[in-house]
């Protein structure tokens, strides 16, 4: 039963590693605005492949649905709080990971990233810089994340530190391993834009003030009119996945069908281009009480 499980495990770290490669760079490409209309809907189209994929390896092997999982914060020990600016050390074996990671903070000034692409560069980084906080991969061959942080923690002048474990393996996640290691925060793979945004929002509150990727909308409570509910209900569901491409793909196709909803469409075009996941959930659900 063991060797199953080591084996199950196994397979689904190499199924998972390069599809987290894919679906990480789509959501790059989906930020690039150089791109024609083709070359966006060609990215599209294998980020929906992607998630379609993601879906059914974690139907087959019985694992926890990522996308319903945010990032996990360790709540007995992460009290921590900085201001900016922030430096930040990518910890990852593979090396379009640590890219991918780099790209995505790339318009935030405020972030200043170094890279190890092993537990040995990773533990010397960490001595010489006192990063804020380290993104490690748990997967490494020479030594995993939990076993770096426990020589890290060994020594109290580190204890500040926050460190951020991922994996694209959820089963990975032991929540007596983060107590044990004091381990302040663990992120799934795929990483999604919004969940990492939020989780740096929490271990560094300012962070994000006076980014001005688009400018701020005034909050519509009660647009002109809602798609029916099965449309809204999709938005949502899509939204709690991430799933930035596909909610893209809805409004586009409700532009040329319905153009009554404009109101509706521009102000959650507005939300997605921030990354802005839960804000759309709780809108829709708020204006719905409103409007019923």
């Not at 593979?94 to 790209?103: A, H, L, S």
């Not at 519509?220 to 930035?244: M, W």
């Not at 921030?274 to 409007?291: C, G, H, L, P, Y």
């Amino acid at each position: 039963m063991s060797e199953t499980k080591n084996i199950n495990a196994s397979i689904t770290h190499e199924l998972l590693t390069p599809l987290n490669i894919i679906l990480g760079l789509t959501q790059i490409l989906n930020k690039d605005n150089t791109l024609n209309s083709q070359h966006k809907e060609m990215v599209e189209s294998i980020q929906r492949a992607g998630e379609n994929l993601l879906s059914q390896i974690n139907e087959i092997f019985d694992l926890p649905d990522s996308d319903a999982d945010s990032c996990l914060v360790n709540k007995t020990i992460s009290s921590k709080r900085f201001n900016t600016p922030i430096q930040m050390l990518i910890v990852d074996d593979i090396e379009v990971n640590r890219f991918m990671v780099k790209k995505l903070l790339s318009t935030y000034p405020d972030i200043t990233i170094d890279e190890a692409a092993d537990a040995q560069s990773a533990i010397d980084q960490i001595k010489e810089k006192k990063p804020h906080i380290v993104l490690m991969d748990i997967h490494m061959p020479d030594l995993n994340g939990f076993e770096v942080i426990k020589r890290i923690r060994k020594d109290s002048s580190y204890h500040d530190i926050v460190f951020v474990m991922m994996s694209a393996d959820a089963k990975s996640y032991h929540e007596d391993q983060m107590n044990e290691c004091e381990v302040d925060a663990y992120i799934p793979k795929p990483i999604r834009m919004n969940r990492l945004i939020g989780l740096l929002e929490h271990f560094a509150p300012k962070l994000f003030e006076h980014h001005q990727d688009e400018p701020d909308v005034p909050m519509v409570t009660q647009p002109d009119k809602l798609p029916d509910e099965n449309f809204l209900q999709e938005v949502i569901r899509l939204a709690r996945q991430g799933a930035y491409s596909e909610i893209k793909n809805m409004m586009e196709q409700l532009k040329t069908r319905q153009s009554e909803f404009m109101s509706f469409i521009r102000y959650l075009e507005q939300l997605l281009k921030k990354f802005q996941f839960k804000e759309i959930i709780d809108w829709i659900n708020s204006s719905k009480t409103k409007a019923d």
